[in-house]
DNA sequence: GTCTATAGGCAGATAGAC
DNA sequence: GTCTATCTGCCTATAGAC
């Protein structure tokens, strides 16, 4: 439950869902253990058990808790920005924030495991991504009404590209440890949306 | 050594790589065991041992192999394409071609297991998609030289752009066992070289 | 809540027979 | 070349003490 840490301080759930979250981005969810979990948080194996039962749980509300915040990340965006083409940039910076800390998307990493994730896990993963689409969509589609974004098509699809385009720049940027690279696709990626 | 089976038999080494690179193309490098391997084959693990010393080398023997079949393709592009639009139509098509076996590419889920890899893999994944990048800029230049292509910039940015897209769009159908949303990205993503 | 201890299984790998 | 047998280590997970 919450309400048992004084404020700021930080429960031990909360410590071991942010190692295991680096540890599965920037190694997926067949690369860490929890032996790498606890002893980075200076206990045991059978500690971890106690607050999340299996790892597929663990998986499970790491996915949850890291929606959610993609979510929030994505009503400030809405709040903050001025334009739809400032929300389409900020959109892309969340990713960049991400990519920063040498870590990949936790979805599109555990998409590449998706074959081997526990069901729940693959309903989590597919719902991240579809959630992202009717977030891009709805801004693609005042995007146009307004005129200030011109694609061909449904927005759904360009939704599509987009969110694909950025996992992907994501993905080939680590091997390169250049979050530049990422920049450059992205920017790239939104000034096609500029243009008649 | 070559030339040990009559025509048209396969050795053990290639059947091994052959089970292997589908493994590791569906579920990722640390979601394969040469357990999983030998089962397949009806042989023992020791077996593997014998063609393979290790997970790194075996490791490598894929990439290797997938490179250079990569490189025949890119060949085979270049000598039966008419035009730039039609190269860049048929490199998507490797690309789909791969995904409709329902397998990631093999460099692009190696990218996200990059962190857990042995260092000769990192070289040789890399290596991949910069030799695809370097035939792409070729493609593009020769296409910005004909007016057949517009973008905008480098063309090494608008080919690191395509390969991220490409790879991203791999990465997020998978989990929606939907062919047809990576040929609509890769579709879109080649409609934004034609227009002016 | 966290520990020690341990289970049972699978991982990658090796030795040596055939 | 492929096998049997075995090793060592790590994995996920559980029981029960504190």
């Known amino acids: 439950m919450l309400g048992k840490q004084a404020a700021g301080e930080v429960g031990t759930a909360t410590r071991i869902l942010d190692v295991a979250e680096r540890l599965v981005q920037s190694r ?13 948080l200076g206990m045991t194996k059978a500690g971890l058990h ?10 499970e509300a790491l996915i949850n808790r890291y ?5 929030e990340a994505l009503q400030a965006i809405d709040a903050d920005s001025a334009s739809v083409r400032a929300k389409l940039a900020a959109y892309a910076a969340v990713y960049a924030d991400v990519l920063k800390e040498q ?8 998409a590449a495991d998706y074959e081997t994730l526990p069901a729940a896990m693959r309903t989590a ?15 693609l589609e005042q995007g146009a009404k307004e005129g200030a974004l011109h694609y061909e098509g449904r927005a759904r699809d360009q939704a599509q ?5 950025l996992e992907g720049a994501m ?3 680590r091997p390169y440890g250049d979050p530049e690279r990422f920049r450059a696709a992205a920017h790239r990626l939104l000034a096609t949306l500029d243009g008649g």
């Open 28 to 40: 997926g969810f067949n690369g860490f253990s929890y032996a790498n979990v606890a002893a980075e």
């Open 50 to 59: 106690y607050h999340f039962p299996g790892k597929a749980e663990l998986g």
């Open 67 to 71: 929606a959610i915040r993609f979510a």
């Open 103 to 110: 870590r990949m998307c936790l979805c599109g990493m555990l």
């Open 125 to 139: 993963v597919v719902r991240f991504f579809d959630d992202n689409e009717t977030w891009l969509e709805r801004v």
């Open 161 to 165: 590209l987009i969110i694909s385009t």
């Open 171 to 173: 993905l080939v940027a």
